[in-house]
């Protein structure tokens, strides 16, 4: 088990909260490195759940000149992120930034943000290595950590109770380290590395009579496989790869917009896309 520091430092101080319109709830930063194109600045990115920024996720119909058609284009709005500042376990003070959304992902309920602080964040969370996901097991000591009912962060120790619960069709961990609302977003750490597992996101809620009942003790985190599911789709490894980095990775994105844009063009005109190209 992580000692009291670890904790700290792996843990508590990587958690940020979020807050978007009226809704709120967690965030994790898991990277922190030097803008290679701006010398002093750097570039921060934390992950949070979709459902927790979506009120920042706007859809609306647009005529695109170039497909001859409306269309659906998305566009954010910012989102605010209060990274907090400690003196060992004393809370020094919160620092409010306000980030832009750079990928979401409705299905995975995932969203990456990039924070318009340039300068370095010293506590970063280390999402799971691949080759480790497989070495989990039942019993295995967790903590979560998050904005309980958006009250500052804090941890709640645990154990993995189910590897593998699909949900909608999605794969999540199940854990009974108490989870409750505003923890979305938050963290599920392993207690003996550290490592990120995945993002709270959901907690078992019954019926009783007329009202509900929350099984804080049995709640779910995505699991760490869909984290690089999202990486990859949404062409986010420098994330966990550092031979990449978000230049080239916000370049794949917009080469990826365009193919797609591609697609529907020469889709509507029953045009085999193989060896056309748009700039």
């Known amino acids: 088990m992580l000692s ?9 101080y990587p958690v940020v909260r979020v807050r978007s319109g009226n809704a709120g709830g967690s965030g994790v930063v898991i990277y922190s490195e030097e803008d290679p194109q701006h ?3 750097y570039i921060n990115i934390a992950l949070t759940c979709q459902h927790v920024v979506d009120s920042a996720i706007k859809l609306r119909d647009e005529f695109d000149p170039v497909l001859k058609q409306q269309r659906k284009t998305d566009y954010f709005e910012e989102v605010a992120i209060e990274v907090f500042d ?24 995932l969203a990456a943000v990039r924070l318009r602080n340039f300068k370095p964040v010293e506590h970063v969370a280390q999402v799971i290595p691949q080759e480790d996901i497989n070495s989990l097991r039942i019993a295995d000591e967790v903590i979560t950590c998050g904005c309980s009912l958006l009250h500052d ?11 593998r619960e699909v949900i909608e069709q999605k794969t999540y961990l199940m854990a009974n380290a108490p989870s409750i609302f505003g ?10 590395s550290g490592h990120l597992l995945g993002l709270t996101s ?15 003790w049995m709640n779910f985190s995505t699991h760490p496989e869909r984290l690089y599911e999202f990486f ?16 080239d990775a916000m370049k794949r994105r917009e080469s990826k917009r365009k193919e797609a844009l591609r697609s529907i063009i020469f889709q509507d005109h029953g045009v085999d896309t ?4 748009i700039e």
Request: aromatic share 10%; glycine share 10%; charged share 20%.
């Open 86 to 109: 400690y003196d060992g376990s004393n809370l020094i003070s919160s620092n409010s930034t306000q980030a832009d959304i750079i990928a979401y992902d409705k299905h995975h309920d």
């Open 232 to 247: 990859d789709h949404q062409e986010l490894q420098f994330l966990y790869n550092d031979k990449d980095n978000y230049y």
């Open 153 to 163: 962060p804090f941890p709640n120790n645990g154990t993995l109770t189910y590897l």
């Open 274 to 277: 193989n060896n056309e190209g």
């Open 202 to 216: 959901r907690v078992t809620v019954t019926q009783m009579g007329f009202g509900m009942d929350v099984q804080t």
């Open 39 to 41: 010398e002093g600045r």
């Open 183 to 192: 923890n979305s977003g938050g963290g599920l750490f392993h207690g003996d």
């Open 4 to 12: 009291v520091d670890e904790i700290h430092e792996k843990i508590l």
